[in-house]
């Protein structure tokens, strides 16, 4: 079936710096989604990438997906405090499955 | 407009028992899907319900069961409680039109298996 690969599982980043987490599939997406879940709480949808190749910002964040839709990265500028949490990838499959990855789990170092 | 809303929040059970969580979507969604959360699998699709029909289903064995009502609330069922079923169980619902991906998560609930 399909799996969804997150890459790197913690992410421990100095205040001020970028990081970018990256999520693989094994099947080819119709769409892929970024959700955020701050410690205690729940998944918050981010954004949805549709496109091949299509790239997305929000303030700091910068979304990708790759031209086979079959991988997207997630990359954060300027990190600050309020960037803690874990992010989630999750990707839909032709047969509209929906499959998260396991998560980027973002700590930062003031 | 209200957010998902879930019932109860916080749970305790023992092995053997069965349990039922409650999710109200936002008002005039009428996709809801169910996702178990554990530090060690992540979150894992259960079922997906619009309009009252399961859309899609995850690879969970039959213990786990789940309906939903016209006026699109839902129901998710476990039988026979196991440790392992110990996680938070979330739900999150879609709007009206199917192809609107936007997912609204639930605050979860937390089951404690004993």
């Known amino acids: 079936g399909q799996q969804v690969m997150q890459i790197p599982q913690y992410q421990h980043v100095q205040e001020g710096e970028d990081f970018t987490t990256y999520c693989n599939s094994s099947?080819?997406?119709?769409?892929i989604q970024w959700y955020k879940q701050r410690p205690g709480g729940h998944p918050v949808f981010l954004i949805q990438?549709?496109?091949?190749?299509e790239v997305k910002k929000q303030k700091r964040l910068t979304f990708q997906f790759g031209e086979a839709k079959k991988n997207s990265s997630l990359h954060i500028t300027a990190t600050q405090t309020t960037d803690v949490g874990t992010y989630f990838c999750?990707?839909?499959?032709?047969?509209?499955?929906?499959?998260f990855g396991a998560g980027t789990t973002v700590t930062v170092r003031a | 407009k209200a957010g998902v809303t879930q019932t109860p929040r916080y749970l305790i059970k023992t092995r053997g028992q069965q349990v039922t969580l409650s999710c109200s979507p936002i008002?005039?969604?009428?996709?809801v899907s169910w996702y178990q959360q554990t530090p060690g699998q992540g979150l894992q699709f259960l079922f997906e319900?619009?309009?009252?029909?399961?859309?899609n289903k995850g690879n969970f064995p039959g213990r786990f069961s789940g309906r939903q009502f016209s006026n699109s609330r839902s129901e998710m069922n476990v039988s026979t409680l196991e440790l392992g079923d110990s996680a938070l169980y979330l739900c999150?619902?879609?709007?009206?039109?199917?192809?609107?991906?936007?997912?609204?998560f639930g605050p979860g609930t937390r089951l404690l298996v004993l």
């Open positions: 319900y619009f309009s009252e029909t399961q859309r």
């Open positions: 008002s005039g969604h009428r996709s």
């Open positions: 999750a990707g839909r499959s032709n047969d509209y499955k929906l499959s």
């Open positions: 099947t080819t997406l119709s769409n």
């Open positions: 990438l549709v496109k091949s190749g």
């Open positions: 999150a619902s879609r709007p009206r039109d199917r192809y609107q991906e936007t997912q609204y």
